[in-house]
């Protein structure tokens, strides 16, 4: 198989991994969840995030890369008293460094593909289910 089709395998399963992760989620806690943020290198990875989008059904906003830093200067920031509150911190953020939105598409054949997605996994024994 060639390097695209294994890039393209890891990323669909980590994406449908992001899936069965939500519905862990969903059957503990009694709210929706309406936006999956990806920080870090992997909001650059346009790929897996639309494909996180497209499996969850949920937009997935991607950004800022430099989350850890970002995040360790403005909470220091706030402990110095120049930032009032975790929303002001979050408004700092989202005004200062680009994101991006990723919508969902193809639902149905994602849904389809979820579907093969855990029949594989039980078929490999997988130790924990979706």
Known sequence: AAVGQYARSILEGLAMSYQC??????????????????VGGGARNALLC??????????????????????????????A??????NELRAIVRNSFPIKTYSPCDEDIWKEQF??????????????EC
Not at 27 to 36: F, L
Not at 81 to 86: D, E, F, K, V
């Open 21 to 38: 992760t939500l519905d862990k989620i969903r059957r503990v806690q009694n709210q929706s969840i309406a936006t999956i943020h990806i």
């Open 50 to 79: 639309q494909m996180t989008a497209n499996a969850t059904g949920i937009p997935v906003v991607a950004g800022p890369v430099e989350a850890t830093a970002i995040g360790n200067v403005l909470v220091q920031a706030m402990a």
């Open 81 to 86: 008293g120049h930032i009032a509150s975790l």
């Open 115 to 128: 579907q093969r997605f855990q029949t594989m996994r039980e078929s490999c024994n997988a130790t924990e």
